[in-house]
């Protein structure tokens, strides 16, 4: 059985991760579409000419203008993200054939399909909301920038670190250099992606704190873990399963929770006895079965039965 469980547990996780990495590069290339629209739209405003009044009437008609960008961007990317859930439901399901089950459970039912749109719908909500936070903290920006007669370079500049974490100025030679592709290649996608993941992997110092892609990058990923999680949670309730393997390989930053249960069989009770006793760095705030090790983890509960000759 242990055997065939690592089997069932290892397929989730490769379907999963690989779905897990389209729509993280999804989701940031929707961001980098965002940012050049949010450019164009805010570099028709100059902080410095014209007079107050005119500035800052300008820059609060671009509040709404830039919530319809992050509409037409961002959330129409996790809008296909959340439509590809079926995908992780379907592969679940697929692991309960192998299962000693009536034969109606090794399939999608009807109720399954009734469950996976409610929690697909819960799943949308937090990307809307970090969308609106987010529209407000750019709008807000512009709106200073009007107010103090920030020079519209550096104006431009906010936004994009607002965004995409790219960065104001280094004195790094390279890192500088890298600035300055991005800012000066809109037209170059895969190079500008490129180069951004290189300053915000090699040289994370320079970078102008929190912003939009991380922010939203974290999300797809727990967003998509959890949603597998949950539905893994309701069919195995559905069954009347209450063991669960703790399914996954290990990497060398992996959290000491995981660590310590991968590859091991609880009981619902043991799991959240163990979950609320134990602490670990990295543990996130939620169910057990949903959050798992915490932000980012990969790992997931295998419904199981410890009875069953498999």
């Known amino acids: 059985m242990a055997d065939l469980l690592e089997k069932l547990g290892n397929y989730r996780q490769r379907r999963v991760t690989d779905l897990s990495d389209t729509h993280v590069e999804r989701l940031q290339g929707s961001l980098q579409e965002l940012e050049n629209q949010v450019i164009s739209e805010a570099s028709k405003i100059d902080p410095k000419r014209g007079t107050l009044k005119l500035r800052t009437t300008a820059a609060l008609q671009l509040r709404p203008k830039l919530k319809q960008l992050i509409e037409q961007t961002y959330l129409t990317a996790v809008q296909t993200n959340i439509a590809e859930y079926d995908q992780a439901a379907a592969w679940l399901v697929a692991t309960f054939k192998e299962y000693p089950i009536p034969a109606e459970f090794k399939q999608i039912t009807e109720l399954d399909l009734t469950t996976i749109q409610q929690l697909k719908r819960g799943a949308y909500l937090p990307f809307e909301d970090l969308g609106n936070e987010f ?97 893994a949670k309701y069919r195995a309730d559905e069954l009347g399963l209450t063991h669960y393997k703790y399914s996954g390989t290990t990497v060398r930053d992996s959290r000491d929770f995981c660590r310590r249960n991968v590859n091991k069989v609880y009981s619902e009770e043991e799991i959240r006895r163990i979950w609320n006793t134990q602490t670990w760095q990295g543990k996130a705030q939620g169910d057990p079965f949903v959050v798992r090790g915490g932000y980012n983890c990969r790992h997931h509960w295998q419904p199981t039965d410890p009875d069953w000759d498999l």
Do not use: C
């Not at 550096?154 to 607002?162: A, H, N």
């Not at 300055?180 to 190079?191: A, G, H, L, S, Y």
């Open 135 to 231: 529209a407000n903290e750019l709008a807000q920006s512009v709106y200073n920038s009007t107010i103090t007669g920030q020079p519209t370079d550096q104006m431009i500049s906010d936004l994009r670190g607002k965004i995409n974490g790219i960065y104001q100025s280094s004195d790094n030679e390279e890192a500088q250099e890298l600035v300055e592709f991005i800012n000066n290649n809109p037209d170059k996608p895969v190079e500008v992606k490129t180069a951004a993941e290189r300053l915000q992997t090699i040289y994370g110092r320079d970078r102008l704190g929190n912003n939009f892609r991380r922010y939203a990058t974290q999300l797809v990923q727990d967003s998509l873990m959890g949603f597998d999680g949950q539905f």
